[in-house]
């Protein structure tokens, strides 16, 4: 049979676990959606609210200038496609292109066309209007498939997301472009202008190295084989050299938050202050326009998707914090740092395990301080170490006095602090491969936590960012030499990249959208940019004879079992023509109440509010159709005007 690649199915959220909004989440949703877009501060500082609409099996993005529904499909070769089913306004994502805005000198034109002209990228503000959200309806829909996906997320304007001068997290290209290389036997050099995706990482290095192919899940979650267990990118075959001999090793270098077209700059401007970097730039891969990171463009997602190869809607760690609604907990794994690795979906599989299946247990892979390091031997965050303890606390001592004088005469201690992470991370490298002797790591993931920080609290291209660059590089340095002095530099593959880019903020504004419906009443879970609504399952039967109506309230987060748990305490308000209360009662443990009603009364003229401290509130008719103002009228009239 000749199957056509245009049969395809609908393909919705793989693993429903109340994210996005249900029926019961309708009212909650759209008052959200309101105060987000409707509602000032907020309403300056939005670009997009995002969510799954279980009612309507479809994807929407709201944003002031217009909004779209739009769904997924997978074809039965499990690629996947997207079609837009309604628009009202704009397409706010219609503009996916991932190849603007990636230098310097186009940011200060992008800043200009948005009316903020300046000749300092460390203050171009960009509007929506002149970004792109490159690979939008993939990157939103593969957050929808996790159970720990939020309700709704929000993502700023490029420029009004916190109140230091860099920040990232949003769908927009700025914040969404990370730097990537691949330097070393197997990779063809040159400079490439390739359409890369963050989850393309892991399979090129896979391709490179030469693992083999499993039995696994392709992106539309079909069996295929492929080269992680779930595998959502490709490998960028343009770039591989299959004539050339297979690197041994891989060493990836993962400068947390460093800017793309910070990067380039540096190299096309001022080689020689990053020295190490150009050498293996020279010497590999370059793709002109980065890669496109994980959404949101946080860093724990990120690095679990450059190491896995998986969006995090289905490696699971979705935020930095998130809730999971079924424990009613929520989960700080950034602030937590150690002992992390649990949180991972075990659907995915890690390059460190990737490198233990094609190599043997025999194989030692490493992360040095990467926030994704199931698998590996050496993880300091989850309190692995190989080697001899003493000495890696004896060569740290002796290297902690590397400290750039910049930090305290700006007076930044934190970035001392994250130089001396960095210090750490060195001296374990060169703890780990005294230890390994001649039996070199087969796979190391090392983050460098320095330019993240400086984006952070200087800007993507302040002068401290760069001196955090210039002593990276550095760093770098020192660890090649380690490769030289063993004479393995020749046969390792390295691989330099970023977990996310980072966009200039309006630090004047103080800019935290994802909080203002919290100020605005609405109760939830906020763990920005994520919203988890707190909601209640409400159900009604009024008695054939019309002479009662029971009420049953609920959580509408259900339990591990599945069940929704009744609430007690809950006032319940029955009220008649014209609102007239008619009766009032507190639910019982079982969540359950009674009341009279008035046979002559229709469903239509009897309504139920229902109020519980931590819950939004409902109000329902008697039929279970919500009285609430329509939410969705009013943003639909907003914006046809």
């Known amino acids: 049979m000749n199957r056509e690649s245009n049969q395809r199915r609908e393909h919705g959220p793989e693993r429903r676990g109340g994210q996005g909004l249900d029926p019961h989440q309708s009212d909650s949703g759209d008052a959200t959606i309101l105060a987000l877009l409707a509602e000032t501060p907020a309403a300056d500082f939005v670009d997009l609210v995002i969510t799954w609409r279980a009612n309507e099996n479809a994807y929407e993005v709201w944003a002031r200038r217009g909004m779209i529904r739009f769904k997924r499909y997978a074809d039965d070769r499990g690629a996947l496609s997207f079609q837009v089913v309604e628009q009202v306004g704009e397409n706010p994502i219609a503009n996916q292109d991932p190849f603007i805005i990636s230098t310097i000198d186009e ?18 503000y960009f509007e929506p209007g002149v970004i792109s959200h490159p690979y939008a309806y993939e990157r939103i829909a593969q957050l929808f498939d996790s159970p720990r996906a939020p309700d709704l997320i929000v993502s700023p304007k490029a420029y009004a997301y916190g109140i230091q001068p860099g920040q990232h997290g949003a769908l927009d290209v700025v914040q969404c472009r990370a730097p990537l290389v691949f330097s070393g036997p197997g990779v063809r050099r040159g400079t490439f202008k390739l359409n890369a995706r963050q989850v393309d990482v892991a399979p090129t290095i896979a391709r490179i190295a030469g693992l083999p192919k499993i039995a696994g899940l392709d992106a539309s979650g079909s069996s295929a084989e492929v080269y992680m267990k779930r595998q959502d990118g490709k490998p960028l075959d343009e770039i591989v050299d299959d004539n050339a001999e297979r690197p041994k090793r891989v060493y990836m270098f993962l400068l947390d938050g460093l800017s793309h077209s910070e990067l380039r700059h540096q190299l096309d401007n001022n080689r020689a202050a990053i020295p190490n970097l150009a050498g293996l730039v020279e010497r590999g891969a370059m793709l002109s326009h980065g890669s496109i990171v994980n959404f949101p463009s946080i860093t724990w997602p990120s690095h679990s998707t450059i190491l896995t190869g998986a969006w995090c809607g289905h490696h699971d760690v979705v935020n930095p914090t998130f809730h999971l609604r079924e424990h009613r907990e929520t989960v700080p794994i950034q602030g937590n740092i150690f002992e992390t690795e649990r949180y991972l979906s075990p659907d995915v599989e890690t390059l460190y395990e990737a490198f233990k299946r094609a190599g043997g247990e025999g194989a030692i892979t490493a992360s040095i301080h990467e926030p994704q390091g199931r698998g590996a031997d050496h993880a300091v965050f989850e309190r692995r170490i190989v080697g001899d303890k003493t000495r890696l606390k004896a060569l740290t001592a002796e290297m902690a006095s590397d400290v750039s004088a910049r930090w305290a005469d700006d007076n930044m201690p934190a970035m001392t602090r994250e130089e001396i992470v960095d210090i750490r991370g060195v001296a374990q490298v060169i703890n780990l491969f005294e230890h390994c002797g001649d ?202 005007s």
């Open 439 to 640: 039996e070199a790591p087969v796979f190391v993931a090392h983050e460098f936590v320095l330019t993240d920080g400086a984006g952070h609290d200087y800007g993507p291209h302040h002068e401290g960012l760069r001196e955090a660059l210039y002593r990276t590089d550095k760093r770098i340095g020192a660890v090649l030499e380690i490769f030289r002095a063993r004479g393995l530099l020749d046969s390792t593959l390295f691989v330099v990249t970023s977990d996310h880019g980072m966009a200039a903020q309006r630090v004047e504004l103080k800019g935290n959208p994802a909080r203002e419906p919290e100020r605005a009443g609405i109760q939830g879970v906020f763990a920005e940019p994520m919203i988890y609504l707190r909601d209640l399952r409400v159900e009604l039967e009024r008695a054939r004879d019309l002479r009662s109506l029971r009420v049953t309230v609920l959580d509408n987060d259900h339990l591990p079992d599945g069940e929704h748990p009744p609430l007690a305490g809950a006032r319940v308000t029955l009220h008649g023509r014209g609102g007239a209360v008619l009766a009032e009662s507190r639910t019982p443990e079982t969540g359950r109440v009674a009341f009279a009603t008035p046979a002559d009364a229709s469903d239509a003229e009897l309504t139920v509010s229902i109020e519980l401290k931590n819950f939004n509130s409902r109000k329902l008719r008697a039929d279970g159709t919500s009285l609430a103002k329509n939410l969705r009228q009013i943003l639909y009239a907003n914006l046809n």
């Open 107 to 124: 940011e200060l034109d992008a800043a200009a066309r948005s009316g903020n002209p300046t000749d300092d990228p460390n203050r171009a």
